[in-house]
């Protein structure tokens, strides 16, 4: 009978610590209520292990490799013994002086052996205070401590003492049992490396600091706004063969902009998916609520002053947007046509991107369209060629008085400096030029591009997207649904074609091409191990809950 007492006395040790692991309480559910703003992770040791483990590959490729690769290596055993088995970094809301508050952070970690000896080369040999069974230290400027397996620091003393005070035992309202936390997280569900934020705690902190100069009106609809976002939790978690993401915004629809929920909680059904070509690169569709446009025009006319080139006032933009949305539904998508994610390389011309990229709305009353879109895209066009005028002018003005005080003082380094605007401005007039608003009807669809070649290839007939076997295979749910979006395995790079975005002087030295060859194929390599993406958005009450899937070869 003796000899069975080890293995059960193992066996009860094993099932006690199982038992004991099951029962740790999060980190979350210590901290004070209140936190504006979160940074989060849970058992993320995988996520950093294929995270660095790309970085490795990419920095293997440089003369650096070596000394890097071991940097990273340490860096990873460190994460991986602190926030890999769970960190929590969150800026809270204190009282300063004369009764406002104020931001304050409050960062605690788990931590194994290999932390609590690094920190015990920064942390003083005698602890300055103690609450309760935790200990901690003024450093730098900051408060910090690590006892009982955990590290913690905080900008602010009362912060720390009352966070601390709370795992001693003291009951006070704790930020996991806090209503707004408590919804927003449970929606978007636990991930690797999590963030949360409270727009609405933030805004009543906002307030508080203004009021003391007395609230702008220009900022009381931006306050109002954020108030309005209400709660956002999201994060992601590693897998095999890639990652996966969950969010919730829980939307304050008692707000002060009203108009501003009813947008953000808009559902529709979708059809457009029928008029996309099925060659395109990435498509971005979302429920656009009737409102949307008037909405956007209330603030662009907020700023219309505040804009320095005249293009809003000229155009009339704000007024467009607004009659726009009496004949146009609430369905909407952005579209990369085929070569879209080549064109964006093209480092020769910055907007040669919208030479592929198209913008889709329904249509629900094609008499209104046809009467007003003429004289939108006329507006819109004539500012664009104003827009070429001003830039060129201020460009001109400027460079002439860099130009001449250079002269004056015979600096080699400002005439050098005149030359570069030059060729920055001549750039930028190029690209203007070649900017049009154009739009077409396809369906019950408005096809907008600032391209013709874009909106050419937007209309040229062959498959659509609903008929492509790998987006039926995506399963979205297209009835009552806040947006989606896809993205197909793109095609792969190269070296030659990350080139591209390499300023001209560098790519074409022949030498510094070589030094960075081996940079730019790893680069490359790292970008095709992305094999596409899909991402539904749904609403719930007043909840919006996204949840994507990322295919990634590590």
């Known amino acids: 009978m003796t000899r069975f007492l080890p293995a059960l006395t193992v066996s009860a040790l094993l099932a006690l610590g199982a038992a004991q692991a099951q029962t740790v309480r999060p980190l979350a559910d210590g901290l004070p209520a209140g ?29 650096l490799g070596e000394d890097s690769g071991s940097m990273l290596g340490v860096a990873q055993a460190v994460l991986g013994d602190s926030l890999g088995r769970e960190g929590i970094a969150g800026v809270f809301s204190v009282q300063g002086k004369k009764g406002t508050f104020q931001p304050a952070l409050l960062a605690v970690t788990r931590s194994g052996a290999l932390t609590d000896e690094l920190l015990g080369e920064l942390l003083p040999e005698k602890p300055g205070a103690r609450v309760g069974r935790y200990t901690f230290s003024r450093v730098d400027g900051l408060f910090a401590g690590t006892s009982n397996g955990l590290t913690y620091v905080s900008s602010d003393k009362a912060l720390l003492m009352a966070y601390l005070g709370r795992l001693s035992g003291k009951a006070a309202p704790t930020l996991a049992a806090s209503a707004p936390y408590a919804a927003a997280q ?36 931006v306050v109002d706004a954020l108030d309005t976002l209400g709660q956002f939790a999201g994060g992601l978690t590693t897998t095999a063969g890639g990652w996966t993401t969950a969010s919730a915004q829980v939307v304050n629809q008692s707000g002060k902009d009203r108009p501003l929920a009813r947008i953000l909680l808009d559902t529709t059904d979708f059809g457009v998916q029928g008029v996309i070509p099925a060659s395109a690169e990435a498509v971005r569709a979302t429920a656009c609520h009737p409102e949307t446009g008037a909405y956007l025009g209330r603030w662009l006319t907020r700023v219309d002053l505040l804009e320095p080139f005249g293009f809003l006032t000229d155009s009339q933009l704000a007024s467009h947007l607004e009659q726009a949305g009496r004949y146009l539904g609430d369905e909407c998508a952005q579209v990369t046509l085929a070569g879209g994610l080549k064109a964006v390389l093209n480092q020769e011309d910055p907007l040669a991107g919208l030479a592929t990229t198209v913008s889709y709305q329904r249509v629900t009353d094609r008499a209104a369209a046809d009467a007003h879109l003429p004289e939108y895209a006329r507006s819109v066009n004539d500012a664009l060629e104003g827009l070429r005028g001003t830039v060129k002018s201020l460009a001109t003005s400027g460079m002439d008085a860099l130009m001449d005080g250079a002269m004056a003082d015979r600096d080699t380094q400002a005439l050098m400096l005149g030359a570069g605007l030059a060729g920055a401005s001549q750039g930028l007039d190029e690209s203007l030029a070649g900017l049009k608003m ?36 995506a399963g979205l749910t297209m009835q009552g649904s806040a947006g989606w979006s896809y993205q197909p395995d793109p095609a792969d ?60 070869r590590w």
């Open 35 to 63: 936190a504006l703003l979160t940074l989060e992770t849970h058992g993320a040791a995988p996520a950093f292990k294929r995270f660095f483990g790309a970085a490795d590959r990419l920095l293997s490729s440089t003369d």
């Open 186 to 221: 449970r929606a978007a569900g636990t991930q690797e490396l999590g963030l949360y934020a409270n727009f609405s705690a933030a805004a009543k902190v906002i307030r508080s600091q203004l009021a003391q100069v007395m609230l702008p009106r220009l900022l009381s609809p």
């Open 438 to 473: 154009v739009y077409a009807f396809r369906g019950d669809y408005l096809i907008t591009a600032f391209s013709q070649e874009a909106l050419d290839a937007a209309l040229a007939e062959g498959p659509v997207l609903a008929d492509d076997a790998g987006f039926r295979a």
């Open 493 to 552: 790079l190269t070296a030659q074609d990350l080139a591209g975005t390499l300023p001209r002087e560098l790519s074409g030295d022949k030498a510094m091409s070589g030094m960075l060859g081996g940079a730019l194929t790893a680069g490359a390599d790292l970008i095709n191990r992305f094999d596409g993406t899909t991402s539904q958005r749904s609403v719930s009450g007043n909840v919006i809950i996204g949840k994507a899937s990322v295919r990634y």
